[in-house]
Each structure stands twice: as structure tokens, then as C-alpha cells.
């Protein structure tokens, strides 16, 4: 069984315009990752936010974590075609090495 | 060498055959996952293994049977399968298995076609 919900569950934008995309969880975690999946491929791993920060920045990529409300929030800035593609939270806890993906968000950039 | 090879690319099988999907790192990671994808789904954890042992089987059917011989390889045998098998079969691996401590590396997975 897996972790949590994101929504939303597809996202459609013009290009330049930021995408947010929401995820919950559901137990205590050691750190939440955000991963991004093209059609069909492997994941790619893009951040990773520990339990006891609250923000995060990478390029164009802002995460927030908010553990009172075990919710995190992935922003993509000045979005591009390029970014088109799913993209899952994943949490990992203090207790073992698992990894659990949230449902994702379809995100398609319009050029 | 920064990748997870995963191979075949595609597989099509009856429900009676046996066969095996692989996965191979050369990162020098100690910890290997095996997660199975339907269409539009997540990523659903299945095996994990640290330090070549099994540490985590998500009350996987036995049919599938993972195998890892060595710290670079680990495969996952499949034996009498049913059609809702059918699935892309991803294969990860991360540098520590200490619990926290894994981003995961992906490979380009194995696409299952159960007949």
C-alpha cells in the first residue's frame, strides 16, 4: 500500500506559467522526495526535503514541508514543454530503507 | 557508470512459461528495490534488499521470486503469472540502506505483457 494522495491528478499550463502540485502523507517520515517520470520510463530523483526543514529551492524547483499537516508542495517556475511528464512524492521513515510513492500529478506544459 | 540497467526492455509471456526480468548496477550501492507500475499508477513497492539480503517483501505472490546474487545483480523470476501481472517492473537502487538515508536511482524498466 502506498503512502498518500497528490492533487492534483493532471495539471495543465502554458508554458512560463508556475506549476504546484500538493502531496500528503500519511505516517512519520525521515525525509519526502519529489521524483519526475517521463512517459512510460524510470523515475528520476529531483529533491529531497528532510523532516526537519521547511523549504527547499533547486533551480527552477521550490518544496515546501509542512509536518503539523504531513503535506509537501513541489513548485516548478517558468515552466517549459520540457517539464511535461508525471511527477510522485515519496517518503521514507525512521523505521526501514523503503520508499513509497504518492498517486502523482500529470503535469503537460503547453508551448 | 551512473545508471540501472534493466533488461529486457519488453517481455511477453504465457501463463505458463518461466522467465526472468534483470537489473544491474555498477555504482557500488547496497541496496536494490523492485517496484511494479500499472498504467497511471504509482510506483507500488515489492522487494527491497540491503546488503544482498532480503529486507523488505511487500506480501508479494509467490510467483515472483527475486534473487539478488551479488551487490551489482538482482533479478526477479517469474513463474506462472496471470494477465493482471502485467505491468512496467521497475528496478532501483540506492547508495546506504540505512532507513532515511535512500534517494533512489531508476532504471528504464522492464514493460511485462502476460498473456
Not at chain 1, 533547486?58 to 509537501?72: A, F, H, I, P, Q
Not at chain 2, 496471470?82 to 522492464?110: H, K
Request: charge should be positive.
Amino acid at each position: 500500500s502506498q503512502q498518500g494522495e497528490e492533487d492534483p491528478q493532471a495539471l495543465s499550463i502554458q508554458e512560463g506559467e508556475n506549476a504546484t502540485m500538493n502531496c500528503s502523507y500519511k505516517t512519520s517520515i525521515n525525509n519526502l522526495q519529489w521524483y519526475r517520470q517521463n512517459s512510460g520510463r524510470g523515475l528520476v530523483h529531483l529533491i529531497l526535503i528532510r523532516s526537519n526543514e521547511r523549504e527547499k529551492h533547486s533551480g527552477r524547483l521550490r518544496v515546501t514541508l509542512d509536518t503539523s499537516k504531513k503535506s509537501s508542495s513541489l513548485l516548478i517556475t517558468a515552466s517549459r514543454a520540457a517539464d511535461t511528464a508525471s511527477y510522485f512524492c515519496a517518503t521514507a521513515t525512521h523505521l526501514n530503507n523503503d520508499m513509497r510513492f504518492g498517486a502523482g500529478t500529470r503535469l503537460t506544459v503547453k508551448p | 557508470d551512473t545508471e540501472v540497467t534493466q533488461t529486457p526492455k519488453h517481455l511477453v509471456m504465457g501463463m505458463t512459461n518461466k522467465k526472468s526480468l534483470k537489473c544491474e548496477q555498477h555504482m557500488g550501492h547496497r541496496a536494490m528495490y523492485w517496484y511494479k507500475q500499472k498504467a497511471k499508477k504509482p510506483p507500488e513497492l515489492m522487494f527491497v534488499y540491503s546488503y544482498e539480503k532480503l529486507s523488505i517483501n511487500e506480501s508479494v505472490p509467490s510467483r515472483f521470486s527475486p534473487e539478488c546474487p551479488n551487490s551489482s545483480l538482482l533479478n526477479l523470476h517469474l513463474h506462472a503469472l496471470q494477465p493482471e501481472d502485467s505491468a512496467l517492473y521497475l528496478c532501483a537502487s540506492s547508495q546506504d540502506p540505512r532507513p532515511g538515508a535512500n534517494v533512489l536511482t531508476f532504471g528504464a524498466g522492464s514493460r511485462l505483457t502476460v498473456l
